[in-house]
């Protein structure tokens, strides 16, 4: 749950709404774009209780991809997919670019997921796993990947 409301702590909220408004998703009244950043980010966390577990689930997961992707490895791959790089340097904040992908540009989105995944098993793989007996004799050397 602190990685969900950290999203909505570091999106501005003109790209909050503008996420918002893409899904079916039943908000309170009492979450009010025009309000300060942070009451905004304080009525989204308060509004998770009130969402459909099933809408909770699915927003929780979206958010979800949508960090994986804000660290610089995720922005890294971002820039290595995105079709329109003038408007998407036009944006700032990992959250928000990542964000900004998966709202405009999906396909490009999934694959920079893609790619972030198989980083992160070529860098496994170089990570050989060494078995060893119990006095000390090298038995096996092998790196695998099952991503």
């Not at 999906?106 to 119990?134: H, K, T, V, Y």
Request: net charge negative.
């Amino acid at each position: 749950m602190a990685t969900i409301t950290s999203f909505f702590r570091k999106t501005p909220v003109p790209s909050l709404q503008a996420y918002f408004e893409t899904k079916s998703f039943n908000l309170p009244p009492s979450v009010v774009w025009t309000e300060s950043e942070s009451d905004v980010a304080s009525a989204l966390i308060a509004a998770l209780d009130s969402l459909a577990e099933a809408d909770r689930e699915a927003l929780i997961l979206e958010v979800g991809r949508i960090i994986a992707l804000s660290d610089e490895p995720g922005q890294n791959a971002l820039l290595d997919v995105v079709q329109n790089r003038r408007q998407f340097d036009l944006v700032e904040g990992g959250h928000n670019r990542a964000l900004w992908m998966l709202m405009h540009e999906p396909r490009a989105f999934q694959l920079a997921e893609d790619i972030q995944r198989q980083s992160g098993c070529d860098e496994r793989d170089n990570q050989d796993e060494i078995a060893r007996l119990d006095f000390g004799m090298i038995v096996a050397i092998f790196g695998f990947c099952n991503a």
